[in-house]
């Protein structure tokens, strides 16, 4: 991430921290759930630009002993954990707004309206300074809290005009319970799509058995196995095999491993390794459960003659 982007959300976080006074004083004091609700909401937001902030800072250090990867993964863990406090506060939300339901509170409209006014501007504004379309996962949850910040404005000042113009005041706590709607749809969003990489997983966009089945019809190819894809962070994909080829001289191997990195790279695979073999495994399956048991208990097996060959 360029620090263009880190100046962004910094002014982003302190946009977000001054609506959440405002709209903390405002909800108290006009007894709107709404408002407070809303302002929960912002709380998150608050929360996740500063961890954002703070991921994206991190991230951009370079590989190093500690980390040969790179520091990437920092910014998914704070997507996973922005995903986690979106769920939280949707629960609380939904709690308040059962019990407004079972007495509804009377609310100062005339002090609710304005701050409502205000906090949508000050969304959209910052909706406009972040921007959208980013492929970094930790950006893209930032912006959603703010995206979704933006739609809750808009609840509360709906429900405010419903209970200026008919007087039902059930509309404070049904505004609420959309908003928390809102916030735990794209809570668990970011969540899982956090997860689904720190848990490296196949990205969803590709089938590993097509990959395997395009390089194995590769000229010079035999068979593929032992084969992993991942993604390192959003849009760093890392792949890995064991290509059994034909017998043929190291230099005519290396074109052929030319090729592969190729046709990997066009998919949009940027760290491949590829272990070019001669002779088949044993057990030629595409990801070699049973090879690596077979290994295992070979190495185990050598282990034990050897801690007993003096015996």
Not at 72 to 83: D, F
Not at 127 to 145: F, Y
Not at 274 to 291: G, K, M, N, P, T
Request: aromatic share 6%.
């Amino acid at each position: 991430m360029n620090k263009g982007l880190e100046q962004r959300l910094a002014i982003t976080l302190g946009i977000t921290l001054a609506i959440l006074l405002a709209e903390l004083v405002g909800g108290l004091l006009s007894n709107s759930l709404a408002l407070l609700s809303d302002a929960g909401h912002v709380f998150t937001d608050a929360f996740a630009l500063g961890l954002s902030l703070v991921a994206a800072r991190i991230s951009r250090r370079p590989q190093d002993t500690r980390a040969t990867y790179g520091y990437h993964r920092v910014g998914l863990v704070a997507a996973a954990v922005n995903g986690l406090s979106l769920v939280a506060i949707a629960g609380f939300i939904f709690y308040e707004s059962y019990e407004r339901f079972l007495a509804p509170p009377e609310i100062n409209l005339s002090l609710m309206m304005p701050v409502a006014v205000a906090g949508l501007a000050a969304n959209i504004f910052m909706a406009w300074i972040l921007g959208h379309g980013h492929e970094d996962l930790n950006i893209k949850s930032a912006w959603l809290h703010v995206l979704g910040d933006t739609l809750s404005s808009v609840g509360v000042i709906v429900s405010g005009a419903v209970i200026y113009f008919t007087g039902w005041r059930l509309a404070d706590p049904v505004a609420s319970l959309m908003i928390g709607v809102i916030i735990i749809i794209g809570g668990t969003r970011v969540l899982r799509e956090s997860l689904h990489i720190l848990l490296d997983m196949v990205p969803h966009h590709l089938d590993v058995k097509k990959i395997a089945e395009q390089i194995g019809r590769m000229p010079g190819v035999r068979s593929v196995h032992d084969v992993h894809l991942r993604s390192i962070s959003h849009r760093r994909l890392s792949f890995s095999a064991h290509v059994c080829v034909e017998d043929m001289m190291l230099s005519e191997a290396g074109h052929l491993r030319d090729e592969l990195e190729r046709f990997l790279h066009e998919i949009g695979i940027g760290h491949v390794l590829i272990q070019l073999e001669s002779r088949e495994c044993d057990v030629a399956e595409l990801f070699c459960r049973s090879c690596a048991v077979h290994v295992d208990a070979e190495h185990h097996h050598h282990d034990h003659n050897e801690g007993h060959g003096g015996h």
